[in-house]
Nanobody, 124 residues
């Protein structure tokens, strides 16, 4: 069982940066691939970024490529999403997710555990 807790969301002006954190419980964090998804008001949840077990494999949505970076620190049981050059259309609730022995999947159904989400609001 893994519990995920996101933090780091907030209100930022367009062009600014935020770093989201996803703290995982348990001693097997290194066995989980991590992903970030987001859901804007009135829209379906969508894939943002994912990082595989070793970190060698990553995947990004086209809309965030070059602006967002996913990383992980296995010693701290934490995954991160560094978000730069934020745009108003990045406004959403951001969720982290964990996939046991998985890869950098873009599919929601591939993930076994989800956090409760953290709100990111980008003002114009």
């Amino acid at each position: 069982q893994v519990q995920l807790v996101e933090s780091g969301g907030g209100l930022v002006q367009a062009g600014g940066s935020l770093r989201l954190s996803c703290a995982a419980s348990g001693r097997t964090f290194s066995s989980y691939a991590m992903g970030w998804f987001r859901q804007a008001p009135g829209k379906e949840r969508e894939f943002v970024a994912a990082r595989g077990l070793s970190g060698a494999s990553t995947a990004y949505a086209d809309s965030v490529k070059g602006r967002f970076t996913i990383s992980r620190d296995n010693a701290k049981n934490t995954a991160y999403l560094q978000m730069n050059s934020l745009k108003p259309e990045d406004t959403a609730v951001y969720y982290c997710a964990a996939q046991y022995l998985g890869g950098a999947s873009r599919m929601e159904g591939a993930y076994d555990y989800w956090g409760q989400g953290t709100q990111v609001t980008v003002s114009s």
